[in-house]
């Protein structure tokens, strides 16, 4: 009775073995790196204004997450009480505890949202879907794998790239720690000294030209 027990436990044991769902890769197995330069964040907004039936809202998604450092459910969950057009200013409300911030919005900014609200009027969500509901976060990555494909990336693109982008733009570009820190709206700096630890201009000069 024992080795019957024993050898159904040991095929069920198999079984589940089977039917395990695989681990997912970790990110580094996947991608050598978490962020995007400048000139992929181009390429990126290029392909995404050449393929779907959103072109000109795709692209300014692209664009506003990549200039502030939005997370995606900080982009789905933007509304236009938020924006200030004629002032030219965006109120950010930051997750995971992260503290708040109004940022400048720059002329393209403006032109391209302007151009959203012409496209989509009456709504209160700044990126919709035909159902003029906002967009999920599970959409946003679709475009994002798709406009990376059309880019012509060896490797698969996300929307947290964009908001790693600002950090080593700015960073890159030589703005204080601190500053970096509130504008990405990390409430610990430790989470912004990484930006700041790997930019590569940082080493600049080192062993001359």
């Known amino acids: 009775m024992s080795n019957v027990v024993t050898l159904h436990q040991a095929s069920f044991s198999g079984k589940l073995e089977k039917t395990a769902p695989p681990r997912k890769p970790k990110n580094a197995d996947v991608r050598s790196r978490e962020h995007l330069t400048p000139g992929e964040v181009d390429k990126l907004m290029s392909a995404s204004g050449k393929i779907g039936r959103h072109r000109a809202r795709d692209k300014t998604l692209i664009l506003m997450m990549y200039r502030h450092g939005l997370r995606v459910t900080e982009l789905v969950t933007l509304r236009w009480d938020q924006i200030d057009l004629d002032a030219g200013l965006i109120h950010i409300n930051r997750l995971k505890n992260g503290t708040p911030s109004t940022h400048p919005l720059g002329g393209t900014e403006i032109r391209a949202l302007r151009k959203l609200k012409r496209d989509y009027p009456a709504t209160q969500y700044v990126f919709i879907t035909e159902r003029k509901g906002p967009m999920t976060d599970s959409a946003v990555r679709k475009l994002m794998a798709r406009a990376g494909r059309e880019a012509g990336f060896d490797f698969p693109a996300h929307p947290h790239m964009l908001r790693h982008a600002c950090g080593f733009k700015l960073a890159n570009d030589g703005q204080d720690t601190r500053a970096i820190q509130h504008y ?26």
């Open 184 to 209: 990405l709206g990390h409430k610990n700096i430790q989470h912004t000294v990484r930006y700041t630890e790997l930019a590569a201009d940082r080493f600049k000069g080192f062993l001359g030209d």
